[in-house]
């Protein structure tokens, strides 16, 4: 494991960022024109600068599981995998009561402990008042190249109804219980957890790694983790697709029938929040470069039929400041009555002149140093306008992930929604 001794915990900043990417390094079999690239080949780029990942012996055939779960053994199931104590009536509870849990347990508390004070609780007073109009009027939030990331965007847009999220981890299955009972799997989960409860990102290589080595398959697991640990109760949970026109479907549940052509695989999860009100998360495991795109649209036909959207951007490797995302970022410009981003989002010079209101949080300086060629200079003339200053951000976010260098933009559109 990674992140198991106090030297690596004190390297700097850099070392620890140069592996950070909003998506896995899930190999797809891109052609080698520069015109194909994707966001798969993105991450890979990036790793290459690493040193290597072991990678896990293949996994074990399993059993068929993409049947609906049971919805209560799911709710313990992802208290179990968040360190909190699982039903009493639930097959989980013998587990729950070993040594190797109960240490694990404790060790999530402190840990959810010292994010909430360092992040929940500000990122919380600062959206009830930033964001109360963008609240008001977001039932719908797209989430583009989240990865399994329920929790920041729970947390900005705690009121909506509806969450969409799309990135390149496969979509996963609610664990077995026999998955559960590895020991394996609580270092593996609280390795996956580390830098998105201190720096507020995956560091998704790992991620895939350590949760690969303990069969937790996709993105599913820790989707369900976040949302017991932000107070919500799962309700249902079930497999479902994108079909070539961007409907929603049930997936399939003869997983050795051939996929369907153009199919793009997801999950859905209905909650009930802790004031009773009920969401709906869906998460779609699908690369959204050009040529990705254009061999299948199905995940932009989905997006413009939700509606007017709030779409929020963190963490993105600043995949849409290049030539070869301009489908997905023109999708949100145009179908978005708000943006929060970080500046790994959507870079300032494809925003259309007169037709957003923008609003400026933080500090902003320049990327970390993997990401040198996305400097924006029309950012740093923002944040130094004397007449509309940047307002403070109380939390650090980001890849800029210390609050004094963290970065937040909030765009209102002024314009008609375009069709």
């Not at 109360?132 to 797209?142: E, L, Q, Y």
């Not at 107070?231 to 079930?238: H, V, Y």
């Not at 989905?302 to 400041?321: C, D, E, I, Q, W």
């Not at 978005?336 to 870079?347: E, F, V």
Request: glycine share 4%; with cysteine.
């Amino acid at each position: 494991m990674y992140f198991r001794t106090a030297a690596l915990r004190l390297l700097p900043a850099a070392l620890l960022l140069l592996t950070a990417c909003s998506e896995t390094n899930t190999k797809t079999d891109t052609a080698s024109s520069p015109k194909e690239e994707s966001m798969a080949t993105t991450a890979d780029a990036m790793d290459s600068t690493t040193f290597a990942v072991p990678q896990p012996a293949a996994a074990t055939s399993r059993p068929n599981r993409l049947t609906a779960p049971d919805t209560t053994y799911a709710q313990d199931v992802a208290l179990f995998l968040g360190g909190q104590q699982p039903s009493q009536q639930s097959s989980l509870t013998q587990l729950a009561a070993q040594p190797t849990w109960q240490a694990f347990a404790q060790d999530q508390d402190q840990s959810w402990d010292k994010y909430r004070a360092t992040h929940t609780t500000s990122m919380t007073k600062w959206a009830s008042t930033e964001l109360d109009s963008v609240h008001a009027s977001s039932p719908t939030i797209f989430y583009p190249f989240s990865g399994p990331d329920f929790l920041n965007v729970f947390t900005m847009f705690p009121t909506s109804q509806t969450y969409v999220l799309m990135g390149l981890e496969p979509v996963g299955s609610v664990p077995a219980r026999s998955s559960l009972a590895n020991p394996k799997v609580f270092p593996a989960v609280k390795a996956s957890l580390w830098s998105v409860l201190n720096f507020s990102f995956f560091r998704t290589n790992d991620m895939a790694v350590d949760l690969k080595s303990v069969e937790l398959d996709g993105a599913l697991p820790l989707i369900m983790l976040f949302a017991a640990r932000t107070g919500n109760q799962i309700t249902a949970i079930r497999p479902v697709q994108l079909d070539a026109t961007g409907q929603l479907q049930d997936a399939p549940t003869d997983t050795t029938k051939a996929k369907a052509p153009k199919s793009i695989p997801g999950v859905e999860m209905k909650l009930r929040g802790s004031n009773g009100q009920s969401k709906t998360v869906y998460y779609f495991s699908v690369d959204l470069s050009d040529w990705k795109l254009k061999a299948n649209n199905a995940p932009l036909e989905f997006v413009r039929n939700l509606g007017p959207l709030t779409t929020y951007v963190k963490s993105a490797t600043y995949l849409m400041h290049k030539a070869y995302f301009n489908q997905i970022r023109r999708l949100v410009l145009r179908r978005s009555r708000y943006i929060l981003q970080d500046d790994s989002g959507i870079a300032m010079k494809y925003f259309q002149q007169g037709a957003w209101q923008f609003n400026h949080y933080g500090t902003y300086k320049r990327p970390i140093n993997l990401f040198a060629k996305h400097y924006q200079p029309e950012l740093t003339a923002a944040y130094r306008d004397t007449l509309r200053k940047p307002k403070p951000l109380p939390f650090g976010t980001g890849y800029n992930w210390r609050q004094t260098d963290s970065n937040l933009l909030l765009a209102r559109r002024l314009v008609p929604l375009a069709d």
